[in-house]
């Protein structure tokens, strides 16, 4: 397959010079070591220059063998004793590429396994992304039992990402296992009693999911029917070409209990898919050989890190994102599309670039998986293609991209001043800024933030203008989804644009670039029009309040995700109240992420009660797009992004680091006494582990990854200690309101308590809110 991954602007570079972007940075810490033990509240400037050592400490983990990760994810995995008739219902599978949703096939007695595939779509630019370059379906097995389905038994296995259970027929019992590893579909059914397997594949018509909403465009011919052949090994395969070049090809093998199934799609070429698909079969031999590398796979992901909060129903729901992301994206992979890999009829089947695909990389950065990261990947290989995407007129310096794309981010922009929506790149790449920050990856800053970036904001510059007031202000661009056009200086991209610049700012003096468009950048952060407010707070856009209820907050995006705007500036706080009181006020139109982002929003201001409500409102079942029972959430069509970034919401609550401070159980809500955080990861490439018992904290224990200045929020009261991995006192700086500056070495451990030294032991917490298992339990 094609990467239509292109060239990268040409950035001039010099020696790399600095040690940290974004944010508030911390002081040169002063050269003296403070003593071991430091006062939260401001400290005199006369402290000794010297302390006793401490102790020597190590922190201890519960979940240190797979045997306690087994346990411990055991009671968060989903289970099914009814049918499940909805894919929003039943199990699925996945591994960054191939995926199978389980469910009946509608109006049978028959059960579904999806399969679809991430790189499966059209290659047709000219029909757009909904039709023309728009995610492809491939088909579904059913299971035929012989007699009528009476009962399941079925566990979808986090620790091991396999599903397994029975299937109880009048005829007698289907013992079923299925897994999806190396793009392949691992099927085991044993029969007993009078039971036999049977099972059919089921192509489907290589068409846009998009035609349950509308006609196809002028112009549009079908693609051509797929066609069969059957190898020589008995192999049976599926082979579906592609009007537009490039084909996809489904085989499928069953070798007594087993079965195997593969999707393979290439472009250009018209027969690698074919050989692919074959390929992976024979690579994979047997469920068993599979199995073996699937769960080694899977027992190394999980222990990354460690999140545990009382409220059993929201911890399960957690740990399933992870399982969710983890089966949708992997780092080179496709950017998830609205539906991930598991495609189902829907009006959106693409990548959508203005708030999707941001919420539904958030939480791989706190919960330790970069691995995860295809968003960053795919704008780095597709610069030329974000290049192509602006008018001929500014491909010179400038880059973008439209509403939504495929993979390969082919989607035209609109100009400023069409009332088109023109910031969706630099939202995207805000999160890959955030990848940056979480790994402290040079290359990724250099290679893909600094030269897509340039170009991006430079798209912004080419129609700034100055007014009468001596401020610059941008012609009329859509704040997403909005229904009224502001004529100029919508708050949406006004935001991005303040952040883009300070972002470059910061990056090329750690990049060493005496870059020409510095004074640029400088002069547009200092004369950008401030953002139009009125007595309800942020607007639109000038002269546009914020009127009718809409689901997205765009609008409010300098105060989230971007913190230009936020808690810790007072002069900000009545402003933040008052924006995000009065878009929910406005009622009629909210979505599921309207409440997982302002239950965000609330975890800023360190109120943590008001984010849970707000959150809860996301599972409430009389809302009208709540949760799903398998933690899907579904609109018109499936939308992945809503679930995984309330797990945001979540981190949110447990930990932030944004503004060069981390801030560590900033809005634990007050039901919530016990919390476990393990080597969460945060901006600077930090790993927290902290403790929470009886509702105040016990410990924070910091290894930093990369050197970064560390500046900890830290909630505890008293005296503190604060120890080096050796019992070395560490140096420290009081920098008021319970922020606390602490050198610490690349490679090396602190630990942060008050009072004697707690016992220093992660485990995950008690349950106290019971709740029922996800699924149809």
């Known amino acids: 397959m094609t990467s239509r991954s292109g060239k990268r602007s040409p950035v001039p570079r010099r020696a790399v010079l600095g040690t940290a972007l974004g944010g508030a940075t911390a002081a040169a810490l002063p050269g003296t070591a403070l003593p071991a033990t430091a006062h939260a509240g401001p400290v005199p400037p006369a402290a000794p220059a010297t302390g006793p050592r401490g102790r020597p400490w190590k922190l201890r983990s519960t979940m240190n063998t797979d045997s306690a990760w087994s346990r411990f994810l055991h009671d968060q995995d989903l289970l099914w004793t009814r049918l499940p008739t909805r894919w929003y219902e039943g199990p699925f599978l996945g591994d960054g590429l191939l995926g199978s949703m389980i469910y009946q096939e509608p ?43 009476t009962a399941v038994d079925w566990r979808l296995s986090l620790w091991n990402a396999e599903l397994t259970g029975t299937v109880t027929t009048t005829a007698g019992t289907l013992a079923l296992s299925a897994l999806i590893h190396d793009e392949v579909l691992a099927v085991r059914v044993t029969a007993d009693g009078g039971e036999r397997a049977t099972w059919t594949f089921h192509p489907e018509e290589a068409v846009s999911p998009r035609r349950i909403q509308e006609a196809p465009p002028s112009g549009y011919t079908a693609n051509p029917p797929w066609t069969t052949r059957t190898t020589a090994d008995g192999t049976e395969q599926v082979l579906q070409p592609l009007s537009g070049g490039g084909g996809t090809a489904t085989a499928y093998r069953r070798a007594g209990d087993d079965l195997l199934v593969s999707v393979g799609h290439s472009f250009p070429s018209d027969t690698a898919a074919e050989a692919d698909s074959l390929r992976n079969l024979r690579r994979a031999g047997s469920y068993a050989a599979l199995r073996r590398v ?66 539904e990389y958030w939480l791989v950065h706190g919960s330790n998986h970069p691995e995860l990261d295809a968003l960053a990947t795919t704008l780095r290989q597709n610069q030329e293609q974000l290049i192509a995407n602006v008018p001929a007129a500014y491909r010179a310096d400038s880059s973008g991209i439209g509403r939504s794309s495929d993979m390969f981010a082919d989607r035209e922009v609109g100009r400023p001043g069409t009332g088109a929506e023109t910031g969706d790149l630099t939202w995207a790449l805000h999160n890959v800024w955030l990848s940056y920050r979480h790994s402290m990856d040079k290359a990724l800053l250099r290679d893909t933030i600094y030269p897509v970036l340039r170009r991006a904001i430079n798209y912004y510059l080419h129609f ?30 006004l935001a991005l644009i303040r952040w883009g610049c300070q972002t470059l700012l910061d990056s090329a003096e750690l990049l060493g670039v005496d870059d ?182 016990r410990f924070i224990r910091i290894r930093s990854l990369a050197g970064e200045p560390l500046k900890l929020r830290h909630g505890l009261s008293g005296t503190l200690t604060v120890l080096l991995d050796d019992g070395t006192p560490a140096r420290t700086h009081d920098l008021g309101d319970g922020t606390l500056a602490i050198d610490l070495p690349r490679g090396r451990e602190v630990l942060v308590h008050s009072g004697s030294r707690p016992d220093l032991v992660v485990a995950p917490v008690a349950v106290g809110e019971p709740g029922p298992a996800w699924g149809l339990p």
């Open 464 to 493: 700034l203008t100055p007014g009468s007031d001596g401020r610059l202000h941008l012609p009329s661009t859509l704040s997403p989804e909005y229904p009224v056009v502001p004529p100029q200086d919508t708050n949406y991209d």
């Open 516 to 697: 020409e468009l510095i004074p640029r950048w400088q002069e547009v952060s200092a004369r950008l029009t401030p953002y139009p407010v009125d007595d309800n707070g942020f607007m639109i856009g000038a002269d546009t309040p914020y009127a009718q209820s809409h689901r997205h907050y765009s609008h409010l995006l300098m105060v989230y995700p971007l913190y230009l705007v936020n808690w810790d500036q007072p002069e900000s706080r009545d402003l933040i109240a008052k924006s995000v009181v009065h878009w929910h006020a406005l009622t009629g139109a909210h979505r599921g992420y309207s409440y997982t982002g302002a239950a965000s929003v609330y975890a800023m201001t360190g109120d943590g009660d008001t984010a849970i409500t707000y959150l809860r409102k996301f599972f409430d079942p009389t809302t009208r797009y709540p949760c799903q029972a398998n933690t899907h959430y579904t609109e018109a069509g499936p939308v992945i992004e809503t679930p995984l970034s309330a797990s945001q919401s979540l981190h949110d609550m447990f930990c932030q680091s944004w503004g060069g401070v981390i801030r560590v159980f900033p809005a634990v809500p007050s039901d919530w006494a016990d919390v476990t955080l393990h080597d969460f990861r945060t901006q600077g490439a930090f790993l927290v582990s902290a403790v929470r018992e009886a509702g105040k904290t």
């Open 294 to 359: 699937h769960i080694r796979w899977w027992h190394a992901f999980y222990p990354k890190s460690l999140v545990s909060f009382p409220d059993r129903r929201l911890q399960s729901f957690h740990w399933i994102q992870l399982y969710k992301v983890a089966s949708a994206s992997r780092a080179g992979g496709p950017v998830m599309a609205t539906s991930g890999p598991w495609l189902e009829p829907t009006p959106w089947p693409a990548v959508w670039w203005n708030l999707n695909v941001q919420l």
């Open 107 to 149: 109006g049978t007695n028959q059960i579904r396994f999806t399969v679809q595939h991430g790189r499966v779509q059209d290659h047709r630019p000219e029909f757009g992304s909904g039709w023309g370059t728009c995610r492809l379906p491939v088909g579904h097995l059913t299971l035929e039992p012989v007699g009528t389905i």
